[in-house]
């Protein structure tokens, strides 16, 4: 979420945690304004094809909240069911990509509701260290990352924004992301992407029954 635009990333995942990116888009406007999110609903619940004309739909999201927080429970409050769920990246070291979600919305007691919006924390230096990895895999096969032709240039040079960086405080060593250039939205969409699959049960998937069903 940016101040004039909604970044978005819809990915599929197949054998291996190989990633195939389907839409790569940036809805633009006031993210405070509910048209915007209209959009990026239809994005959510557009049937995507494969070549041989199997339909997939997205089985997960997550929406960083760094940003307007209250706009992305609002909208993720109702489609819960869907998997469709607020985010929030933690940069801190040995952090796992996937941690257990809290409640964060709360009474007038100030207790929280169990029925209220639950955040996911993701840790951003554990996912990006991946897919840095990922991103040197030549070929086809387990881990790989694929693209679309004629995937916009931007794309490219947001996912590959930042480098791991070692710096010393007291004799120890302190390794973190930094930015080297403007814009990174590709880069944070994919790991809320990766996370999410994580979420919706990839590790779990039962590939041999699914690829007989595409």
């Not at 990116?21 to 959510?44: C, S």
């Not at 940003?67 to 929030?88: D, L, N, T």
């Not at 040197?136 to 590959?160: N, V």
């Not at 250039?181 to 999410?196: G, I």
Request: charged fraction near 25%; glycine fraction near 8%; include cysteine.
């Amino acid at each position: 979420v940016q101040a004039d635009r909604l970044a978005v990333l819809v990915t599929a995942w197949g054998r291996g945690e190989q990633c195939y990116v389907v839409l790569w888009q940036e809805i633009y406007g006031d993210p405070t304004l509910p048209e915007v999110w209209d959009d990026l609903d239809a994005i959510l619940t557009a049937t995507y094809h494969r070549q041989n004309g199997a339909e997939l739909q997205v089985k997960a999201a997550f929406i960083d909240s760094g940003y307007k927080p209250q706009e992305v429970y609002q909208f993720c409050r109702p489609r819960s069911r869907r998997k469709i769920f607020p985010s929030k990246g933690v940069g801190t070291a040995n952090k796992p990509i996937l941690s257990t979600p809290t409640y964060q919305e709360v009474n007038v007691h100030g207790k929280r509701l169990k029925k209220g919006v639950r955040l996911w924390s993701v840790g951003t230096n554990a996912a990006k260290t991946l897919l840095y990895a990922r991103l040197r895999i030549q070929g086809e096969g387990p881990g790989a990352i694929y693209t679309p032709q004629g995937l916009d240039e931007s794309f490219y040079q947001q996912i590959t924004a930042e480098k791991l960086v070692t710096s010393y405080r007291k004799g120890f060593a302190n390794r973190e992301w930094v930015k080297v250039a403007a814009r990174n939205e590709a880069l944070d969409c994919w790991v809320y992407a990766y996370a999410a699959a994580i979420m919706a049960g990839m590790a779990r998937a039962d590939w041999g029954k699914l690829e007989a069903a595409l």
